[in-house]
């Protein structure tokens, strides 16, 4: 026969390479998984290197896109996606299989963008990949602007006030 059941419950089979045991009992191993990386950073229409950490997106420029994988050609059917983007989401957004991650209309300040990958029907590996992201604040967005604008009506009314008084 190819193979055999032995007496402690181990499983014997003939390879070409020479015997073969397999213990059910005993859990397979988990192999080590590639680590997920942020292959691509897109801002505006204008690749921006990942390297670069914050990723500065300039005033008014308000589209994303974040590109991820895992290097990696063993079970890529199974792999499976979640994202967080600290500062916009409450918490992890699990997305399957998609690998880029679309942001629009951001509002100015800082973010941090993380990624996590897993295989369906298993955990999520703890190894992350984050990038720092800086969005720039348009004058008109900016707390000194609003300020001067609340000087400003309070000025107006003010003025008011006292012309009013005046006549």
């Known amino acids: ?3 055999r ?3 402690d419950g181990r499983l014997c089979f003939v390879t070409s390479a020479g015997l073969a045991l397999v213990d059910p009992d005993r ?9 997920v990386l942020i292959d691509r950073l897109v801002v505006d229409g204008r690749a921006v290197s990942p390297a670069v950490s914050p990723v500065l997106v300039p005033a ?5 896109e ?3 994988t895992v290097p990696s050609f063993v079970r890529t059917d199974r792999l499976r ?3 967080r983007l600290e500062g916009f989401d409450d918490g992890w957004v699990e997305v399957g299989e998609r690998r880029p991650a679309y942001y629009t209309s951001l509002r100015p300040g800082r973010y941090r963008f993380w990624v996590a990958s897993g295989e369906v029907g298993g955990g999520w590996s703890d ?6 992201i800086s969005v720039a604040a348009r004058f008109f967005e900016t707390s000194w602007f609003r300020l001067a604008g609340l000087a400003g009506l309070g000025a107006l009314v003010w003025g008011g006030v ?4 005046h006549w």
């Not at 859990?27 to 680590?35: F, G, N, T, W």
């Not at 006292?162 to 008084?165: A, E, F, M, P, Y």
């Open 81 to 83: 996606f979640r994202t």
């Open 5 to 7: 059941r032995l007496a």
């Open 1 to 3: 026969p190819a193979g």
């Open 27 to 35: 859990p397979r191993l988990e192999r080590a998984r590639a680590p």
């Open 127 to 132: 190894d992350r990949a984050a990038v720092q």
């Open 162 to 165: 006292r012309v009013r008084l």
């Open 66 to 68: 974040i590109a991820y």
């Open 60 to 64: 008014g420029g308000r589209s994303l």
